[in-house]
């Protein structure tokens, strides 16, 4: 009598497995970068000709909404802050704006975006009475739909980083908001690879909370600015 011969166990199956996995993760990966970079793309381009980088070529508007940022990083002021601050400076000192909506976070004691723009922009020969702070602008989507929803605004201005810009205005966009935007000078790659390197991942995420209806995470009273009608507001 003969015995059947043992089986042996297909050792190659584990790998393949993995292998098989590997590939669909590979697969997956590429696709999600190619989605990425196609949604950026798509951002960045509905933004063409509304972006100016001279006070000349920004139409006349009552209304810049200057977006936060902090004054201080990694022990001295921030770039970012002071580019912010003279792209402001200046086109209210050109006549392009009559009042300037500063829209930053506040969330201690310590930490005061709003007010830290006032006084660099006091310091500019802006006058204070010109200037409101928005204290609640945690986000780009905080400041950009308060704006509208808080401070009656349906046209304005909005400064800030080159790179940042093209969110803003698909935000302005998205809320009935007709906006152009300002930037005076980019700040050096060297300097600001970082914030722009998260800026394609921050275009992704303002895509998912307009899918999921993200909304300002305080609301509150409606606020007038000084000398800003309804009508110059663009209602």
Do not use: Q
Request: net charge positive; charged share 25%; proline share 4%.
């Amino acid at each position: 009598m003969t015995s059947d011969p043992p089986i042996l166990a297909d050792k190659r199956s584990p790998r393949k497995h993995v292998l098989r996995w590997l590939r669909r993760l590979v697969i997956c990966g590429i696709v999600l970068v190619l989605a990425v970079v196609a949604l950026n793309v798509w951002m960045t381009g509905r933004s063409g000709g509304r972006i100016a980088t001279e006070t000349a070529e920004v139409p006349k508007s009552d209304v810049a909404l200057v977006l936060g940022t902090g004054k201080y990083f990694g022990g001295g002021i921030n770039l970012h802050f002071t580019i912010r601050m003279n792209a402001a400076a200046a086109l209210y000192k050109a006549g392009r704006v009559k009042h300037l909506l500063l829209s930053g976070d506040n969330s201690s004691d310590e930490y005061n975006e709003p007010e830290d723009m006032k006084a660099a922009l006091v310091e500019r020969g802006v006058p204070a009475a010109a200037m409101t702070c928005d204290y609640a602008g945690l986000r780009t989507l905080d400041s950009v739909v308060r704006a509208k929803e808080i401070f009656g605004l349906h046209r304005l201005i909005i400064i800030s980083d080159d790179f940042h810009l093209a969110r803003a205005l698909w935000l302005a966009d998205r809320n009935d908001i007709e906006a152009t935007a300002f930037y005076s000078e980019s700040v050096p790659w060297s300097s600001s690879w970082r914030p722009r390197c998260r800026e394609w991942l921050a275009r992704v995420k303002a895509v998912a909370d307009e899918v999921v209806g993200t909304e300002p995470k305080f609301g509150g009273e409606k606020i007038a600015l000084p000398g800003i009608t309804s009508t110059d507001a663009g209602r």
